[in-house]
């Protein structure tokens, strides 16, 4: 498939790729070139980190789980 850049610098994804993809009106994209060739990669919508940030729960504070875990000093 072929795209033509436009006056403004801006492409055209065909559809069958945009469909394959899931890409849809507001996803972000990172744009780059790797060795002479352009590179287009979904950008995640959510840190994976901050997703599970706080989900363990141990009903202890930061200092006795590592109390626990050094054994006493």
Known sequence: ????????????????I????????????DVREEHGVIVAEKVSPEDPIAKVRGC???????????TDLRGEA
Do not use: F, W, Y
């Open 1 to 16: 498939m072929k795209a033509s850049v436009g006056e403004r610098g801006q492409i055209t994804i065909p559809k069958a």
């Open 56 to 66: 363990l729960k141990l009903g202890k504070s930061t200092d006795e789980v590592l």
């Open 18 to 29: 945009r469909d394959r993809l899931g890409l849809a009106a507001g996803v972000v994209l």
